[in-house]
């Protein structure tokens, strides 16, 4: 009987001692990762010239196996609330998969160059107030088209992005001498040698469930359909990436770009 207490306790100690152990390289290997992302953080911020830290974060774990390799499996950059000269403000977010550190530290620098050996995603975002905003009707509501069948991320992308065509777009376009809430479709595209201007096209009047319901007169038609027809430059992806699609996500219009096999300085972060 008293073997087996003295057993039973050497058993104790030991599972606690590889208890300990584990835990202390687990903590220590996040912890190291909330420096490099505080340290990613502050290196974009200063680069990009921001007014705040982005929200960075180095994903995949173990984080200490990855620096050893000089390989970060995948890179997330985000900001919200940037100042834009055309929008007043947008959202800037880059996804980088595969991206090399050999020749930087694992602290990556302002200066710093990444290749990125995967893809690099790339994205603008702009809301309903500040298109609103720009295209003169404040009370906009920006929505994905009615009639997709949205995957588990939320839209026809990867990243939950509708498709450009036939988004709704519901407001009061008092501008056009219209005071009724209407419901638009509308198209987007790309347009421009540098591919940065936004293209919305309305195309007629929705009406049902989901929408406003509410028809506009053959008179005021051609003004109302005008009111949502625009073009907003200056959108510039992080990074210069060539826009490869554009739609809505929630209430927000979305451009993005994927490309891969590039090398990107953080100062490429903002361009606008």
Known sequence: MGQNVR????????????????????????????????????????????????????????????????????????????????????????TLHSVDIAHTSWLIRPDAKLPVIGELESRIIIDSTHVGRFMGIPDLLVEAPSRETNDATGGTTESGISSNRGLVFTATPKKAGYDKKVSIAVDLSIAGPDQTTLVFTATGVLTGAGTADQQVPEDKLPAVLAA?????????????????????????????????????????????
Not at 246 to 259: F, P, Q, V
């Open 7 to 94: 057993v039973r306790k050497l058993l104790i100690g030991a599972i606690a001692t590889v208890t300990a152990v584990v835990l202390g390289a687990v903590g220590a290997d996040f912890g190291a990762a909330i420096y490099a992302e505080y340290r990613l953080a502050r290196s974009v911020r200063t680069a990009a010239n921001l007014n705040f830290d982005p929200w960075a974060s180095i994903l995949g774990f173990p984080f200490i196996t990855q620096a050893r390799r000089h390989r970060y499996n995948e890179i997330e950059i985000k900001a919200s609330g940037v100042d834009h000269p055309v929008v007043g403000k947008v959202g800037l977010e880059a």
């Open 228 to 272: 949502f027809s625009t073009s907003l430059p200056g959108q510039k992806l992080p990074f210069g990436v060539r826009p490869t699609s554009e739609g809505a996500r929630g209430s927000d219009i979305i451009i993005e770009g994927i490309t891969t096999g590039v090398t990107i300085p953080l100062d490429g972060f903002r361009l606008s």
